[in-house]
C-alpha cells in the first residue's frame, strides 16, 4: 500500500513562497504518475499540477503556472510543488495523489487517482 504524507505547508502574506514536500512510502519508480491538488471547504478539490515518473510530462493548472513548479527526487522519493506570488484565494488544504503506471495511460491533472495523502494546509493572507 503506497502511502503519501504532505508537508511544508503553513501561513505566508500574499505575494509570498512556500514549498511543499509529499513523501512518498516506497519507491517511486513503481508510480507512474504524481500531481498537486487542493481543495477549500465546501467547493471541488482542483488540480495544480501533475508529472510522469520522469518529469518528462508536466501540467499546470492555467491559473498557477509561472508561480508554481512541480518537481521530484526519485532518489529520495519525494514530490514537491514551490509555490511564489500566493493569491488569498489560493488559501486551501493541499493533497498531493499518486496512480500507478497499471492505471494511467497518460499523466495528466485527469487521471483517477488511486492514492492520496492527508493534505497539509496552506494559507496565504492580505
Known amino acids: 500500500q503506497v502511502q503519501l504524507v504532505e508537508s511544508g505547508g503553513g501561513s505566508v502574506q500574499a505575494g509570498g513562497s512556500l514549498r511543499l514536500s509529499c513523501s512518498v512510502s516506497?519507491?517511486?519508480?513503481?508510480?507512474?504518475?504524481m500531481g498537486w491538488f487542493r481543495q477549500v471547504p465546501g467547493k471541488q478539490r482542483e488540480g495544480v499540477a501533475s508529472i510522469d515518473s520522469d518529469g518528462g510530462s508536466i501540467t499546470y493548472e492555467d491559473s498557477v503556472r509561472g508561480r508554481f513548479t512541480i518537481s521530484k527526487d526519485n532518489a529520495n522519493n519525494t514530490l514537491y510543488l514551490q509555490m511564489n506570488s500566493l493569491k488569498p484565494e489560493e488559501t486551501a488544504m493541499y493533497y498531493c495523489?499518486?496512480?500507478?503506471?497499471?492505471?494511467?495511460?497518460?499523466?495528466?491533472?485527469?487521471?483517477?487517482?488511486?492514492?492520496w495523502g492527508q493534505g497539509t494546509q496552506v494559507t496565504a493572507s492580505s
Open positions: 516506497e519507491d517511486v519508480y513503481s508510480i507512474y504518475c
Open positions: 495523489p499518486a496512480q500507478a503506471a497499471f492505471h494511467v495511460e497518460i499523466c495528466s491533472l485527469r487521471v483517477t487517482w488511486g492514492y
